[in-house]
């Protein structure tokens, strides 16, 4: 069965000080990896697509790497706009479907 | 661009009743797609379509109906609404090429 878990449920931070947030998957040949950000009240927005291990992607203050069982979403020097919940899902090579994880929720404090 | 667009927004249902969640885009997008979201439980994706006059199901398509006779609309059908269908309601569309979802700024639906 195809999971996506992402860890940790929660995240507080200090404005600037970087982290990185975890998305583990299970899915029987990978078509894509994706990466979305949402704001309390609002319909997630598109972050990344990563296609196979060892790609890795760069906006702002955002990378999101990969590889063959995880992603990483890394924060630098995170800001107080920077908190949201960021969800992580996948999409298999058969198929039309997409399979999205519970979020990581992020707070950054100034 | 209008993006995509939901309505309403907010919506109470008593046990039993019916109602259409409406969906729009305007970016000519070939695939659509129905998602609830409830705590602790993710998107899971309830119906979706690749193209005008096909849907399938996906996840968790109990309890609901879809229709796609145009490229633009995508309505979502509670037959008989229960409690278990309270909860926030995505969709979403994108071009099948792309992979990259657009989301509507959801409907929160209450049955009681």
């Known amino acids: 069965e195809d999971q996506v878990t992402q860890s940790p449920e929660a995240l507080r931070l200090q404005e600037g000080e970087s982290s990185s947030l975890n998305c583990s998957y299970t899915v029987s040949g990978l078509r894509g990896l994706f990466w979305y950000r949402q704001d309390p009240g609002k319909g997630p927005e598109f972050l990344f697509t990563?296609?196979?291990a060892g790609e890795e992607k760069e906006k702002e203050r955002l990378k999101a790497t990969l590889t063959k069982k995880e992603s990483f979403l890394h924060i630098t020097a995170p800001k107080p706009e920077d908190s949201a919940t960021y969800l992580c899902?996948?999409?298999?090579?058969?198929?039309?479907?997409?399979?999205f994880g519970t979020g990581t929720s992020l707070t950054v404090i100034p | 661009n209008a993006g995509v667009t939901q309505t309403p927004k907010f919506q109470v249902l008593k046990t039993g009743q019916s109602m259409t969640l409406q969906c729009a885009q305007d970016?000519?997008?070939?695939?659509m797609s129905w998602y609830r979201q409830d705590p602790g439980m993710g998107l899971r994706l309830i119906h979706y379509s690749v193209g005008a006059g096909i849907t399938d199901q996906g996840e968790v398509p109990n309890g609901y109906n879809v229709s796609r006779s145009t490229t633009e609309d995508f309505p979502l059908r509670l037959l008989s609404a229960a409690p278990s269908q309270t909860s926030v309601y995505f969709c979403?569309?994108?071009?099948?090429?792309?992979?990259?979802?657009?989301f509507g700024p959801g409907t929160r639906l209450t049955v009681t």
């Open positions: 990563l296609y196979s």
């Open positions: 899902a996948v999409r298999r090579n058969t198929g039309n479907q997409f399979y």
């Open positions: 970016m000519n997008h070939e695939y």
């Open positions: 979403a569309s994108m071009r099948s090429s792309s992979y990259e979802q657009y």
